[in-house]
């Protein structure tokens, strides 16, 4: 019995089966049950006569299409869900009274929804973007939503100019244009005249933006909480997402490509992931100051501008989520979800975080008018597993049917149920917390600090990260067409760093920067925030193998199984999708040709030696799907003749001379020459995958690949 309290995790599955419908073997009917003999043809007077008004059929199936669009979200417009599991690591009970935080092992069902923020539904994945990871954990207590982003701070410090920042950051009103980016005149006008944008906009400028996997992005509350436990005890908290895949980033150039070869390409590598069993996992950690200890920072920990250096404030790893069931219904589920901070649970609190305070009406007030009324919550995706009873009733689509004639409180006629219970009994209760204040319209002098924490952020990145910061700089502010407003762009990032603002200067055609102008305290860097000290590991990397007939079977082979049994996953790409002729083996059917698929898809590339190499070094697509993986730090191998190939693209001059003894590597580069112990060369080849990129090599932009000039 105790068992199957803690496993929960089939709960919200079993919810969802009663609503789950398979068409398949069914007969057509109308809405109405009555069968359809034809959904071809329109009733009509005579076959060339005109359609009639009573043909219901008719009515109905265009109706219906004529109302299928909801309004997008405001914001997060675009984004991919997924179901999963919480399994809880070690008890929370000494913090906090929420039932999910309080047994190890204890597994609770989660959605989470990924998302861009500014495009609109149908926009790119890959945009230079703030994202989305909101997660519905579906507890014994109710809904707690946990709705988060990928970068640890926001724009704004009061939730009142959040129209203001959306307006600037949209496509400009005029003319809509342009798409999914902050690479306008607006954006960079609100953002001169808000100095409290400063740490988010370094973040927004570094590769966190332009992650390369929803797989490998962390995720964080932002906004201070609280915990409070059994003794009524309060403590400040912050949540994150650790992925255990580690934190990794698309080449801007490659991300800009990859809008254009697949808007889809962070949907499709969550979902190809998911059904392939690769689940993607993520730590649960909480960062917590006591009460007590409100006022030990340098910040004002309330300020979501500013983080909490995880150096000062640990970040205690207490469970991971595992996503591992892909949406049945991209509609029913990831669209209609509704997500809301002010979903939370017995044990969880708010703080006076203003942003956060003013989020807790936003969302519930959206989702009114984008799911049509106030019974969204009634929709199977955002139904608690346990029940619900009150006395609120009708409204736009009400699903339940309540029984009885009693819809109020408090009532004889139904012993004054449903009734409310006490704190001890599980019931919610606000953390007492003593307001002794004036009514005001202003903002906490601790709060207006606004370079401290984004010089802290850039003088913590390593050296690749700080030239990524710098084009991206280049490009987004770069765009900015009005120059005045550039070079106050230059002016107030001198304000974070000289070194950074000169260099925008040059770049961007403005004038060396103006001396700083604001007060900064001088804060130690801080490690956790660069994406060099993360984790990385080869496990669900993609590779392609490059092949034609006459490619070494034994080479190909040995690159396969151990691709395999590291967990990576490859695909063969040929010219076309003939079976190739392999040498000394059976023929290979490629699983993709260089039209069907994209350099941009892979994380690395291997050509195996064989008699093709002569065909792939006269096919101008082969030779660009190197030099793009050149161009974009990905790990490159060869083997035997396949290193000429490697010497026929801009990797000559870079490529180390294949040894006949051992592999060799130099920049993510690993050649080998008749190897005897191919798995030799297998190893040092996965080893680098697992590096992610190899930056060092980067800065030449990659040549725009033409698929057949032979
Ligand atoms: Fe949101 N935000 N937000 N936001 N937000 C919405 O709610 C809002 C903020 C976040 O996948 C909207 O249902 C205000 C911070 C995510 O469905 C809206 C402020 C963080 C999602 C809204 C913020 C977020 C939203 C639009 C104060 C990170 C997508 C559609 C400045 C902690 C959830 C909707 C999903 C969505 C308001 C700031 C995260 C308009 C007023 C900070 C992940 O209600």
Known sequence: MAGDCLDNSMKKDEQLNAYRQDNTGGVLTTNNAVKVTDTDNSLRAGVRGPTLLEDFLFREKITHFDHERIPERVVHARGFGAHGVFELYESMSEYTTAGFLQTPGQKTPVFVRFSTVVGSRGSADTVRDVRGFATKFYTEEGNFDLVGNNIPVFFIQDAIKFPDVVHSIKPEPHNEIPQATAAHDTFWDFVVNTPETAHMVMWLMSDRALPRSYRMMEGFGVNTFRFI????????????????????????????????KDPDYHRRDLWEAIEQGNYPEYEF???????????????????????????????????????????????????????????????????????????????????????????????????????????????????????????????????NSPTPTSQEN????????????????????SFSDHYSQAAMFWNSLSPWEKKHVVEAFHYEAGSVKDMTLRQRVVDMFANVSVDLA??????????????????????????????????????????????????????????????????????????????????GGAPVTPDKDFTTTSPLFYDGVYVPGGDHIPALISHYAARSFINEQFHHAKTIGATDEGVDLLNATDCAGVVPAPSSGAPVVQSGIVTGQSLPDKQLFCTDFISELAKHRHWERTGIPAPAPALSQA
């Open 229 to 260: 436990n059994a003794q009524g005890t309060a403590r400040f908290v912050k949540f994150h997402w650790k992925p255990i895949l580690g934190v990794h980033s698309l080449a801007i150039d490659e991300a800009q490509k990859l809008s254009g």
């Open 285 to 415: 950690g909480v960062q917590m100051i006591d009460e007590q200890q409100e006022f030990d920072f340098d910040f004002d920990i309330l300020d979501p501008t500013k983080l909490w250096p995880e150096e000062l404030v640990p970040v205690k790893i207490i469970g991971k989520m595992t996503l591992n069931k892909n949406v049945d219904n991209f509609f029913a589920e990831t669209e209609q979800v509704a997500f809301c901070p002010a979903n939370i649970v017995p044990g969880i609190d708010f703080s006076n975080d203003p942003l956060l305070q003013g989020r807790l009406f936003s969302y519930e007030d959206t989702q009114l008018t984008r799911l049509g009324g106030p019974n969204f919550r009634e929709i199977p995706i955002n139904r608690p597993v346990v029940p619900v009873h009150n006395n609120q009733r009708d409204g736009m689509h009400r699903m339940t049917i309540h029984t009885g004639r009693v819809s109020y409180f408090p009532n004889s006629l139904a012993q």
């Open 426 to 445: 599980g019931g919610y209760a606000r953390y007492t917390e003593k307001v002794d204040a004036h009514i005001i319209r202003a903002r906490s002098e």
């Open 502 to 583: 000169t260099q925008m200067a040059e770049k961007m055609g403005c004038q060396p920067p103006a001396p700083p102008s604001a007060k900064t305290i001088v804060m130690p860097p801080s490690p956790a925030v660069s994406q060099a000290n993360k984790p990385s590991l080869a496990k669900t990397r993609k590779v392609a193998i490059l092949i034609e007939n006459g490619v070494c079977a034994q080479s190909l082979q040995a690159m396969i199984t151990a691709l395999g049994a590291a967990g990576v996953v490859y695909e063969t790409v040929a010219a076309t999708q003939t079976p190739v002729q392999t040498k």
